[in-house]
C-alpha cells in the first residue's frame, strides 16, 4: 500500500506541476498556429504571475488578482503582436525582449511597491485560490483504489487545475470546429490566402496573441497564488521555455499537448520525489542530477525521438503583400 | 458590343518611384473573354490586383456593371463578384478542398453546418460546369491542374460573376491547359466574365474574344483577337519587331561531348527521381528535353552538373568520366569544360544580396584573370563584368548595382553571360526563359544557338514547348524519370504533348 500511496503521491504532483505548463503550451499553440513565434510565453507568464499576487494582496481577491494577470499578460502579448505583426519585427527577438522586460520590471517594481526584495506580500487565505473538494470525496476516500484516485488525484485541486485541463478540449474543439479555428490554422499555414480570401491577417493575428495572454496569465496566476502564496523574483523558472518543447514534442497538437505537459510534469515530480532515496540497481543518485532529468529528457526526446514535426508553415515570418 | 462588366479609368499607381500602372483606361465586356497581355513588369499583375482591392489606385476610377465601385479589400471585390485566381495558387496545403472553397466565406460560425452548405453548393457547380473535384482530399496531395480548379471553384462559390485568372497556364501541361480552356469556355457561356492575363499569345489567339495589350506601365493597344495576328501583339508589346522563332541552320553534330549511361538519381527522399536514364549530346548540336515539371528533369541536371549524387550509372565528359559519387565538385566540372545554367537562379545561380560585378565571376573567382596575388582584383572584375554588360546588353548597364535590383530577363542574362563567356565545351541550361520577356528570350535563344555553331554541346530542359522545338535539334521527352521518346524538331506539339503526358508509353506497357 506504501508504493501505492508513493504513486498517487506522484501522480498528483504530476498534475499539479504540469498545470502551467499546459497552459503556457497551449497559450504558445493559439500563436504559433497563427504563425507567431512565441518564446516571450516565459515573459508573460511572470508578468502575469506578478500582477496576480500583486493586485490579489492589494485588492484582497483571488478573482481580481486573476484578472488582472490576465490583462497585463494580454498587454505584453500585445506589445509582441504591435512589433511584429503591425510592424513586422523578428519574432524572436521581440519575444526575448518581452522576457527581458518582465524579468526586470516584475523585481523593480515589486521592490518599490511591497519593499520585499522583489517578492509580493504572501497570500492570505481569501487571496488565493483555495482546493476544491469534488462531491463525494470524502465520503469514498477509505475506498480501497477507487477512494483515493478519486479523493487525492481527482479531487482537491484549485480551480485554475480543472480550468486548464477544460482547456484541451476546448481548444481542439474552437480550432478544429470553428470559424475562428479554421481562419487561425489558415494564417499559420498561408497568410496570403487568408487576405486574399478578405480576411484581415493582422486582426486575425492579433486575436491570436489575445488568447495566447489569457492563457500565459492563467499560467503566471496560477504559479504565485495557487502553486506559492506570492510572487518570487524569477519564479516561472524555464516554464516558458519548457512549454514551448512540450508544443513541438506535441506537434502543435492540443490533446498532444496535454500528453507532452503530463509528461513533463511527471518528470519534475518525479525527481522531487527521488531526490536523496537511493534507487534500485544505481543506488544514490545526486540530487542535481534528478533535477535536470527533466531538461536532459527534454533534449533527448527533441532531438530523436518524436519524428517530424512540421511546424506552421508561415510560422515566424511577418506577412508581408508581395512586391 | 455588349454591356460593360468593368470599365477601368484614368487608373494611376506607383511603387516608389515605379510607375506601374499609368492613366489605364479599360473595357471588360460583360460575357466574354478577355485577355491582357505584357512582358514581366508591364504592370498587368498590378492593375488586377487594383481590381481585386488588394492594392488601391492612387487616382482613377473603376466601375463593375456600369456603377461606379470603391473596392478597397477583397472583400469588396468580392462582394461586387469579382473572383481571382491568383499565379501563385492561394491555397492552405494541408487543408482539405471543402475548408479551402469555405475559408473567409463560412455560412456560420460553426464548421460543420458551413461545410455541409458548401459541399451541397460545390455538386451543383460540378455539375453546371464540369469542374470535377474531391471536396474531401488534402490540397497537397492534389495535382496542380486541379489545384487550379479549387481556386476556381471558390471564386464561384463566393458568387464570382467577373473571374480574372493571373498566368493560369504557367504550372499546367497542354492537356491540362485545354481542359481549363474548355471550363472558361463553358462559364462565358453561362454568362461569366472571363478575364486572362498571360504572356503567352498563343493563349490569347486560342481562347479570347478580346485582347489588351501592356507595356512599361500603359495601356497601348486593344484589339479584336479575330482581327489581329500574334506578330503584330508581340510588336505590340515589346515596342519593336520580334522574331518569335529564331533562324537557324542546320545542325553539324561532331564527336559525343557528353554520355549519359543508365544514369538513375534520387532525390532527398529517397524517391527515384531519374530512372535508368542514357543519351549523347554531341559537338554542334542542341538536344531539348521536354516534360512537365517535376519529372526528373531539375535532377538529372543536378547530377549532370556535380550538385546531387547518382545512385549509379556513368557520365563521360570528353570520353573522360565524371566522378558521381559524391565526390563530383561542381568547381572540377567548370574547369573540365562543362558550364551550367541552374534552373533556378535565384537559389543557385546568383547570390541575389550582390552586386553585379561579383555575381558576374561567381563560380570563377579563383580563375588568375581575376586574383592578383591571394586578393581578388577589383578592377579586372569590374572590367570584365562591363565587356559581359556590353556584350549581352544587359539592362541597368551598372555592375556596382545589388543584383536583386535587375529584372529576371536580366539575371539570367548576367548567369548566362558568365557561364558562357567561359568558352565551355559543353552548356546545360535549365529553364533558359523562365520568367523572362519576350524581347529578352528571343537574345537569349540566339546565343544557344551561336553556341552551338561554334561546336559546343548544349542541353537545353524547359517545360516550355515551344522553346524546345524552337531551339533543339533533337528532342528528348522524359516522365516519370524515364525518356519515352526521342523526334526530331519537326514533331508537332500534340505528338510531344502525348508524350509528356506519359500517355504514348503507359499503352505500351500495358
Known amino acids: 500500500m506504501d508504493v501505492f500511496n508513493a504513486i498517487i503521491q506522484t501522480l498528483d504532483s504530476t498534475i499539479r506541476l504540469s498545470v502551467p505548463l499546459l497552459l503556457a503550451c497551449l497559450a504558445g499553440l493559439y500563436s504559433e498556429r497563427a504563425g507567431i513565434f512565441d518564446i516571450g510565453l516565459e515573459g508573460k507568464m511572470l508578468v502575469g504571475a506578478f500582477a496576480g499576487a500583486a493586485a490579489a494582496s492589494v485588492f484582497h481577491s483571488a478573482f481580481l488578482g486573476l484578472g488582472m494577470a490576465i490583462l497585463i499578460s494580454v498587454a505584453f502579448a500585445m506589445i509582441h503582436g504591435f512589433a511584429s505583426i503591425t510592424h513586422r519585427g523578428n519574432q524572436i527577438v521581440s519575444g526575448v525582449a518581452i522576457n527581458f522586460i518582465a524579468a526586470g520590471s516584475t523585481i523593480i517594481l515589486g521592490q518599490a511597491w511591497f519593499q520585499q526584495g522583489g517578492r509580493t506580500p504572501a497570500l492570505q487565505p481569501g487571496e488565493r485560490f483555495e482546493a476544491i473538494t469534488l462531491p463525494g470525496a470524502e465520503a469514498i476516500r477509505d475506498v480501497p483504489i477507487i477512494g483515493p484516485i478519486y479523493a487525492e488525484l481527482l479531487s482537491g485541486h484549485s480551480i485554475l487545475v480543472y480550468l486548464a485541463f477544460l482547456m484541451v478540449p476546448f481548444t481542439w474543439w474552437v480550432l478544429f470546429r470553428t470559424r475562428f479555428g479554421l481562419r487561425l490554422r489558415a494564417v499559420g499555414e498561408n497568410p496570403a490566402a487568408v487576405d486574399t480570401a478578405g480576411i484581415s491577417v493582422a486582426w486575425l493575428r492579433y486575436r491570436a496573441l489575445i488568447c495566447t495572454g489569457i492563457l500565459t496569465g492563467i499560467a503566471g496566476a496560477y504559479l504565485s497564488m495557487v502553486q506559492n502564496g506570492g510572487f518570487v523574483k524569477d519564479m516561472t523558472a524555464g516554464k516558458g521555455y519548457i512549454a514551448l518543447a512540450a508544443l513541438i514534442f506535441a506537434k502543435w497538437k492540443p490533446v498532444n499537448a496535454m500528453f507532452a505537459c503530463l509528461l513533463f510534469g511527471f518528470l519534475d515530480a518525479a525527481s522531487i520525489r527521488l531526490q536523496g532515496s537511493p534507487l534500485p540497481i544505481i543506488g544514490k543518485v545526486p540530487a542535481q542530477f534528478m533535477q535536470a532529468l527533466p531538461y536532459i529528457l527534454t533534449v533527448i526526446l527533441l532531438a530523436g525521438f518524436i519524428g517530424k514535426a512540421i511546424p506552421p508553415r508561415a510560422g515566424g515570418v511577418p506577412y508581408v503583400k508581395e512586391r | ?510
Open chain 2, 1 to 510: 458590343m455588349a454591356q460593360a462588366a468593368i470599365e477601368l479609368i484614368g487608373i494611376n499607381k506607383s511603387f516608389g518611384a515605379v510607375r506601374a500602372n499609368r492613366d489605364i483606361n479599360l473595357e471588360i465586356g460583360r460575357g466574354t473573354i478577355h485577355g491582357i497581355v505584357g512582358e514581366n513588369g508591364a504592370g498587368k499583375s498590378t492593375l488586377m490586383s487594383i481590381l481585386y482591392g488588394f492594392y488601391q489606385a492612387d487616382s482613377g476610377e473603376i466601375r463593375v456593371g456600369g456603377q461606379p465601385a470603391s473596392i478597397k479589400t477583397p472583400n469588396d471585390a468580392i462582394a461586387l463578384g469579382i473572383g481571382m485566381v491568383h499565379q501563385h495558387f492561394m491555397l492552405v496545403d494541408n487543408f482539405t478542398v471543402l475548408e479551402n472553397v469555405i475559408l473567409g466565406a463560412e455560412s456560420d460560425a460553426l464548421l460543420k453546418k458551413s461545410i455541409a452548405k458548401a459541399r451541397s453548393e460545390l455538386e451543383r457547380l460540378e455539375r453546371e460546369y464540369g469542374l470535377e473535384v474531391d471536396p474531401d482530399a488534402i490540397i497537397e496531395e492534389l495535382p496542380v491542374g486541379l489545384q487550379q480548379r479549387v481556386e476556381i471553384l471558390k471564386a464561384l462559390y463566393r458568387g464570382a460573376e467577373i473571374l480574372i485568372l493571373d498566368e493560369p497556364t504557367g504550372v499546367l501541361t497542354p492537356a491540362e491547359a485545354d481542359h481549363l480552356f474548355r471550363i472558361l469556355r463553358q462559364l462565358k457561356d453561362q454568362g461569366k466574365t472571363v478575364v486572362l492575363i498571360t504572356h503567352k499569345l498563343r493563349e490569347i489567339m486560342a481562347i479570347t474574344d478580346t485582347v489588351s495589350v501592356m507595356r512599361q506601365g500603359t495601356m497601348v493597344a486593344t484589339r479584336e483577337t479575330a482581327k489581329t495576328t500574334v506578330e503584330e501583339l508581340a510588336e505590340l508589346m515589346v515596342g519593336r519587331r520580334v522574331l518569335l522563332r529564331v533562324e537557324k541552320g542546320e545542325a553539324a553534330a561532331g564527336a559525343v561531348k557528353l554520355a549519359v549511361k543508365n544514369l538513375t538519381v534520387r532525390d532527398t527522399r529517397g524517391v527515384t527521381m531519374v530512372d535508368d536514364i542514357s543519351f549523347d549530346i554531341r559537338a554542334g548540336e542542341i538536344v531539348g528535353i521536354a516534360g512537365v515539371a517535376g519529372n526528373g528533369q531539375s535532377e538529372l541536371l543536378e547530377a549532370i552538373s556535380g550538385i546531387r549524387r547518382a545512385v549509379s550509372g556513368s557520365v563521360m565528359l570528353d570520353g573522360k568520366p565524371i566522378d558521381l559519387t559524391g565526390a563530383a565538385d561542381p568547381g572540377e566540372l567548370r574547369d573540365r569544360g562543362l558550364a551550367h545554367v541552374p534552373e533556378d537562379r535565384h537559389h543557385v545561380g546568383l547570390v541575389l544580396a550582390f552586386e553585379e560585378n561579383e555575381n558576374s565571376i561567381l563560380g570563377y573567382h579563383d580563375d588568375p584573370r581575376y586574383l592578383r596575388g591571394p586578393f581578388l582584383n577589383i578592377d579586372a572584375i569590374r572590367n570584365d563584368a562591363k565587356d559581359k554588360i556590353t556584350k549581352y546588353d544587359i539592362r541597368p548597364a551598372d555592375c556596382r548595382l545589388k543584383t536583386a535590383n535587375f529584372s529576371g530577363g536580366n539575371q539570367q542574362k548576367i548567369v548566362l553571360a558568365r557561364e558562357m563567356e567561359q568558352d565551355p565545351g559543353v552548356l546545360i541550361v535549365g529553364q533558359p526563359t523562365r520568367g523572362v520577356d519576350v524581347g529578352a528570350i528571343e537574345f537569349i535563344h540566339k546565343r544557344l544557338i551561336a553556341m552551338r555553331d561554334q561546336g559546343k554541346a548544349v542541353l537545353v530542359v524547359s517545360v516550355e514547348l515551344d522553346e524546345i522545338r524552337s531551339l533543339s535539334d533533337r528532342i528528348l521527352v522524359m516522365f516519370a524519370g524515364r525518356i519515352v521518346g526521342e523526334r526530331g524538331p519537326e514533331a508537332t506539339e500534340g505528338e510531344l504533348g502525348l508524350l509528356m503526358a506519359g500517355i504514348e508509353h503507359q499503352e505500351a506497357a500495358e
